[in-house]
């Protein structure tokens, strides 16, 4: 049985990517894209799975985190870009692992050199290997060192309003609040401190952390986010690539929905044929 739902899936897959999905660019600093969902790139069985569920995501933004994953900085070991090359994707170094301003710094200059000069990165900094909570206050420090040294810097931040606009005052490129606790698979735990950071911002809003399957993808695309960056949720799925293939559909569809515009929650039921007027069936 598990075979023949391995091939159904792989045979879904095939259907659903004959169709074409068209998605209204957006732009990150002077950067645009059209895919508006990222991934990152651990946790795999290999580099051959990593690309494969890269590929079937659509996603053109592929976060790398430089402690974990060689690009070139361990001669003689894989490197990842032989798998998923820079001129294929955009490369996003991240300071996964990193729990102060100085290693966070550090680990984005040796992301630039690797990368010929490759100024974007995902600045994250942890607080503790427990809750892998940002550490906001050596987040704000290396955010403002990175910004005066010409790094566009997305980073990664709780759902607080307040730090996500003190963070985008400093220059951030892209502010990414945490649905929830990184790898926990929750979910958008704090959806309208998400949407209060969104109706505040000038910069793009991309969650990042927390989300487990397809809706979760959904939900957040439907509150206005730019965008949602994923890892765990894709690369921990019984089937990664199939995963992958309905995380991308979830994106476009939440996007769709946030464009149309939902109706109205309300208490009780509303008919969708007019009452008045209805046909009697009294002769």
Sequence with gaps: MVVKAVKYDAFIIREINRVEITQTPWKMGERQFNSR?????????????????????????????????NIGQEAGQPNLLDYIPADEFTILPNTAGCFNCDDAVRVCKLGRELLDGHSLV??????DKTTLFPNVIDTIKAAEILVKDGFEVMVYTNDDPIIAKTLEDIGCASIMPLA???????????????????????????????????????IAMELGCAGVLMNTAIAEATHPVTMATAMNH??????????AGRMPKRRFASASSPIEDTISAKP
């Design 250 to 259: 979830a994106i476009v569809a939440g996007r769709l929905a946030y464009l």
């Design 122 to 127: 995902k600045l994250e900094v942890l607080a």
């Design 37 to 69: 969902l990222l991934v990152g790139t651990g946790k795999y069985r290999d580099f051959d799975q990593t690309r494969e569920a890269i590929v079937a995501s659509g996603a053109e933004i592929v976060t790398v985190a430089l402690r974990r994953t």
């Design 180 to 218: 929830a606790p990184i790898g926990s698979g929750l979910g958008i735990r704090n959806p309208y401190n998400i949407v209060t950071i969104i109706e505040n911002a000038n910069v793009p809003v991309i969650v990042d952390a927390g989300v487990g399957t397809a809706s979760d993808a959904a």
